[in-house]
């Protein structure tokens, strides 16, 4: 846990996101926090996983999402807790809001849907990631560019690498959970049409997933690129040192004043 709360804490002072980073994770036995909130026993509603991510990461509080706590189709058939459904197979889903023809749709879901063995018991945690309480599987950072710019800077400058991405018009938060657990690599996405609609994400968010087994190399680009000093967040502006240059109009006045104008 000293890891996770040094990782937490550069992403507080160097990254500097507006809302909390979410610790995920994905659990199919084991005790879950006193303190974590379910939507229908807490709120008596089943939510979308979009609208849990929300909660923990705006109002800082721990979600607990059992089988019978979602009420998103993907969310359930990716979290292998249903089977695929006929229809989504078929893409209807999909078809005719996100996609031109049925057959399409059908693509779309096959492609973008990540998925994991079935379980019935299958559970997500996500809370705050300086107040998770136990080890989390994944962490997001919602940011705008270049905030998650400066994560990628940090992967960069530890691995040489560039990260790639996969965008999707949805099941970006399946993308940036499953596929980011299942891979053990950084996923950059874009959120969906439910995570806009559902979780209310800004419309400047991007959002960058750390895997478990990346968080020491993360917490070392970062702190490695910031003592290098090369980018900063919020943006460094060197031009800010700089003599203003103004318009021709200045220049008598200036005389009259004894500045000197610089061209």
């Known amino acids: 846990m000293e890891l996770v709360q040094k990782l937490g804490k550069s992403l507080d002072e160097m990254v500097r996101p507006s809302t909390y980073p979410v610790a995920v994770k994905v659990l199919e036995n084991g005790d879950l926090p006193q303190k974590a909130v379910f939507p229908v026993k807490n709120f008596g509603n089943r939510l979308a996983l979009c609208q849990g991510l929300s909660i923990a990461r705006r109002f800082g509080m721990t979600v607990a999402f059992g089988p019978d706590d979602h009420q998103c189709p993907p969310v359930l058939m990716a979290l292998g807790l249903k089977d695929i459904s006929k229809n989504f197979q078929e ?65 960069c400058y530890k691995t040489g690498r560039p990260v790639n991405a996969v965008f999707s018009e949805r099941m970006g938060c399946l ?46 680009g970062l702190e490695g690129s910031q003592k ?10 060197p031009a800010l040192l700089k003599s203003p240059l103004f318009p021709p109009q200045f220049d008598p006045v200036m005389e009259d004043l004894g500045i000197k104008q610089n061209r």
């Open 91 to 155: 893409g209807l889903m999909a078809y005719p809001f996100y996609a031109e023809t049925p057959e399409i749709g059908a693509s779309l879901n096959a492609n973008h849907l990540p998925r994991m063995e079935q379980s019935e018991n299958r559970h997500v945690l996500l809370s705050p990631l300086s107040r998770a309480s136990f080890e989390p599987d994944v962490v997001l950072v919602y940011g705008n560019s270049a905030q998650i710019h400066r994560l990628v800077m940090a992967v």
């Open 175 to 220: 993308r940036a959970i499953i596929v980011s657990i299942q891979s053990g690599e950084y996923q950059i996405t874009i959120p969906g049409s439910g995570e806009r609609a559902f979780g209310f994400c800004g419309e400047d968010e991007i959002v960058f997933a750390i895997p478990r087994n990346r968080f020491e190399e993360l917490l070392s």
């Open 228 to 237: 290098a000093g090369g980018m900063r967040y919020p943006t460094i502006y």
